[in-house]
């Protein structure tokens, strides 16, 4: 089976801006889990999308917000992007009925 | 607060020696964790997970071992190689959470030839 899939692997863009990021999960992993990683704070949750819906959300402001397709296939949207939105955003698939989490290699983002 | 303390933050083994690399949990509630291992530029790779009924888990040269009473959890790297230099994380999930890992802040492991 292919792996996780995200896209675009990088990304610039500059404060204010928005910002789309998509993830393809493993063929018949309908759980998608979105995570941000930087060096300070380590890996921190952002939410988890099953069924097209939010399960769990973790502590990010509303700037963050994510969606879920029929496919499985989801993406994440920050808005009013901050310097401090610099981070490898990770995107994790797993089977419901399991609970090993699948990752991605990531999206790096760069604001500036 | 942070509920799963990693330790330690850096790590410098020889070739073929052991590595341990430590975490420690607050919450009764977390029934999984996992170690992911992360080399640069690549996204975190599931290596072994445990559950709270188990004291051992081994697979290949690695093995967790599982203190419940003292809730900590630790990752035994046997033999250690150049090519097990990365960052290693442990993890922990809640029942009804298990799309919710939360992350210790990880050791950087160098294993020296």
């Known amino acids: 089976k292919a792996g996780v899939t995200q896209t675009p692997r990088y990304l610039i863009k500059t404060r204010g801006q928005q910002v789309t990021l998509s993830c393809s999960p493993i063929s018949g992993h309908r759980s998608v889990s979105w995570y941000q990683q930087t060096p300070g704070q380590g890996l921190q949750f952002l939410f988890e999308?099953?069924?097209?819906?939010?399960?769990n959300k973790g502590n990010f402001p509303g700037r963050f917000s994510g969606r879920q397709f029929s496919n499985s296939r989801s993406e994440m949207n920050v808005s009013t992007l901050e310097l401090g939105d610099s981070a490898l955003y990770l995107c994790?698939?797993?089977?419901?009925?399991?609970?090993?989490?699948?990752f991605g290699p990531g999206t790096r983002l760069t604001v500036l | 607060q942070q509920q799963v303390k990693q330790s330690p933050q850096s790590l410098i083994v020889q070739k073929g020696g052991i590595s341990i690399i430590n975490c420690a949990y607050e919450n009764t509630a977390f029934d999984y964790f996992p170690w992911y291992q992360q080399f640069p530029g690549k996204g975190p790779a599931l290596l072994i997970a445990?559950?709270?009924?188990?004291s051992e888990k081994k697979e290949g040269r690695f093995t967790i071992s599982f203190n419940k009473s003292a809730k900590q959890f630790s990752l035994h790297i046997m033999d250690s190689q150049p090519g097990d230099s990365a960052t290693y994380f442990c993890a922990a999930s809640k029942r009804g959470s298990q799309g919710n890992l939360i992350f210790g802040k990880g050791t950087k492991l160098s294993v020296k030839p």
């Open positions: 445990i559950r709270p009924d188990v």
């Open positions: 994790a698939s797993r089977d419901r009925a399991y609970n090993e989490q699948f």
């Open positions: 999308y099953f069924s097209e819906t939010q399960r």
